[in-house]
T-cell receptor, first 110, second 114 residues
Framework: QKEVEQNSGPLSVPEGAIASLNCTYSDRGSQSFFWYRQYSGKSPELIMFIYSNGDKEDGRFTAQLNKASQYVSLLIRDSQPSDSATYLC??????????FGAGTTVTVRA | EAQVTQNPRYLITVTGKKLTVTCSQNMNHEYMSWYRQDPGLGLRQIYYSMNVEVTDKGDVPEGYKVSRKEKRNFPLILESPSPNQTSLYFCASQKNKLHYYEQYFGPGTRLTVT
């Protein structure tokens, strides 16, 4: 079992809709969780991180963490064509390493 | 400007020919790491370094070497490349081992081994 699993996608949403991305992790010791955005041919860019159970909002992005269910999600509200990218979920393994999911590709239709 | 640079950006080589991919950061970061990215597998850590002369294996270290003689540089060495090392490689740096929220990635090196 992979340490971090993401819904495989691809995910296609109309402009203005909410894109919902999901991620589960296997290591209960993981403390910190990260969402990266990666445009095609570019390097990953950190967009959100979350440590505590609950929601964390930053502009149009909301990260949600449920440690009991070992579940992290990212919501993108009012999706824009510029949000079209691959989104990577990552969890720290408490030994100063990050484990990444395979990524979910999002396409926002104009 | 804070940045991580990698060279070369693209490389096509043949099996067994030693190569080095350089990585340099200008932020005085202690922690640096190398990842490879393959379709369907996401980013996998190859090696990391918590400071000068301190390196450790990540998840997929086989076939790779690294060194950290200076704080700013963290080269990735493939002593005898094989086709299964064809991949997209990223170097990353952060202030220290805990500062993942300030992790900077280099632009990537696309390596093809024939």
């Amino acid at each position: 079992q992979k340490e971090v699993e993401q819904n495989s996608g691809p995910l296609s949403v109309p402009e203005g809709a909410i894109a919902s991305l999901n991620c589960t992790y296997s290591d209960r010791g993981s403390q910190s969780f990260f969402w990266y955005r990666q445009y095609s041919g570019k390097s990953p860019e950190l967009i959100m991180f979350i440590y505590s159970n609950g929601d964390k909002e930053d502009g149009r992005f909301t990260a949600q963490l449920n440690k009991a269910s070992q579940y992290v999600s990212l919501l993108i509200r009012d999706s824009q064509p510029s949000d079209s990218a691959t989104y990577l979920c990552a969890a720290d393994l408490n030994d100063y390493k990050l484990s990444f999911g395979a990524g979910t590709t999002v396409t926002v239709r104009a | 400007e804070a940045q991580v640079t990698q060279n070369p950006r693209y490389l096509i080589t043949v099996t067994g020919k030693k190569l080095t991919v350089t990585c340099s950061q200008n932020m005085n970061h202690e922690y640096m790491s190398w990842y490879r990215q393959d379709p369907g597998l996401g980013l996998r850590q190859i090696y990391y370094s918590m400071n000068v002369e301190v390196t450790d294996k990540g998840d997929v270290p086989e076939g790779y070497k690294v060194s950290r003689k200076e704080k700013r540089n963290f080269p990735l060495i493939l002593e005898s490349p094989s086709p299964n090392q064809t991949s997209l490689y990223f170097c990353a740096s952060q202030k220290n081992k805990l500062h993942y929220y300030e992790q900077y990635f280099g632009p990537g090196t696309r390596l093809t081994v024939t």
